[in-house]
Every structure is written in structure tokens, then in C-alpha cells.
Nanobody, 122 residues
Framework: QERLVESGGGLVQAGGSLNLSCATS????????VGWFRQAPGKDREFVAA????????RYADSVKGRFTISKDNAKYMVFLQMNNLTPEDTAVYYC???????????????WGQGTQVTVSS
């Protein structure tokens, strides 16, 4: 399994923005759908956003539609999550992961990284 390294989290006020990054290897990245997930204290990890390998298809959780945007840089094997208009309900540890296809992203294949903490104050 490949290593996933998330970064970019922090403390932000409600209404603010953050841009998360996820670095992985070429071998893991190639041909894979990419996704972001989050886990709030006391809750299960949940799906947030995903993008197909070709970049033409995306999926978002209803709770983040219109506020979050997933993107990736194929040359750098990196995935990004632009988060705007953040609310305290977005407070969680955010993780990225990969899957063979977009339809399989809710069962990602790689070992989870350490994640990056996002805290939104009211």
C-alpha cells in the first residue's frame, strides 16, 4: 500500500476558507479515482468529495456541495480540496484516499494517512 500525506488544515473562523493537499506516489495515483473523507469527533469517517481519474466526473456529499471543490495535479500526484464558506460542522480530520474507479471510492484501497485537522470556530 502507498503512503498518503495530507496537509493544509488549520483553525479558521466560520465563513473562512482552507485548501487541503494530499500527496501520494505515482504508482498509487496513476489511473485512480481520488477522494476526500473526514471524521469528526465521536463520528464515523464519511465521504466528502471524489474525482474520476480523467477528471471529468466529480461527486460531493450533499453537505459540502457548492462550497467544496476537489481537484488534482496529475503531474505532481497530488489531490486538493478547496473549502469555502466553512461552518463549525465542517470541523473534522480530513483524509484522502484512492480507488480503482469513481464508483468504488467509498471503499478506498490504500492505508489511511494521518489526516489533517480542520477546526472551524463560530
Amino acid at each position: 500500500q502507498e503512503r498518503l500525506v495530507e496537509s493544509g488544515g488549520g483553525l479558521v473562523q466560520a465563513g473562512g476558507s482552507l485548501n487541503l493537499s494530499c500527496a501520494t506516489s505515482a504508482r498509487a495515483f496513476a489511473g485512480s479515482a481520488v477522494g476526500w473523507f473526514r471524521q469528526a469527533p465521536g463520528k464515523d469517517r464519511e465521504f466528502v468529495a471524489a474525482m474520476s481519474w480523467g477528471g471529468g466526473r466529480t461527486r460531493y456529499a450533499d453537505s459540502v456541495k457548492g462550497r467544496f471543490t476537489i481537484s488534482k495535479d496529475n503531474a505532481k500526484y497530488m489531490v486538493f480540496l478547496q473549502m469555502n464558506n466553512l461552518t463549525p460542522e465542517d470541523t473534522a480530520v480530513y483524509y484522502c484516499n484512492l480507488a480503482p474507479a469513481l464508483g468504488m471510492i467509498t471503499s478506498p484501497r490504500e492505508k489511511w494517512g494521518q489526516g489533517t485537522q480542520v477546526t472551524v470556530s463560530s
